[in-house]
């Protein structure tokens, strides 16, 4: 009880203590946003996949354009779902109309498991490193306050 009677009068002599939380929770949203913009940034982090595709069905194979050479083999035509890129697929597409050559998706790069664990690593050290420095700065205030013997003259103004 004797505590719980110190603690109140701590309290009610430094009230500022009680919205001193407020900038270490400011601070933890700060740590949680920064995780996710690079978690965003972390999954589309790899190679763009491109893959064929034609508009109902059409066959372009008759065209020399819409073929490709593959291991400096025979040229080969592009069939449906073939990997293509952009830039090597635009004469195909200028002669037929119908074929495109689409985004999929993004490839995982080889260190994308590493850097999500790093990531997730960062999230969980700033937001304890928050709370403990909140933690620790309001031991340092409450103990200042009990320790100091003439409580009226000696403890520090806000001001």
Do not use: H
Request: aromatic residues 18%; charged residues 15%.
């Amino acid at each position: 009880i004797a505590l719980i009677e110190q603690g109140s009068k701590a309290v009610g002599q430094m009230f500022s203590s009680l919205f001193f939380p407020i900038i270490p929770f400011l601070l933890q949203l700060v740590v949680v946003g920064w995780f996710l913009v690079v978690a965003l940034y972390l999954s589309s982090w790899g190679e763009q996949e491109y893959r064929v595709s034609f508009k109902n069905n059409r066959d372009c194979s008759d065209f020399e354009a819409c073929s490709r050479t593959l291991n400096d083999s025979i040229p080969q035509a592009y069939q449906s779902n073939d990997t293509c890129t952009p830039q090597e697929f635009e004469p195909c597409k200028t002669v037929c109309p119908e074929a495109m050559c689409q985004f999929v998706k993004y490839t995982k790069n080889k260190d994308y498991s590493w850097m999500q664990f790093v990531n997730v690593f960062g999230l969980y050290w700033g937001v304890f490193f928050f709370s403990a420095f909140a933690e620790i700065v309001l031991a340092g205030v409450f103990s200042q306050w009990y320790w100091t013997f003439n409580k009226k003259t000696d403890l520090p103004d806000c001001s």
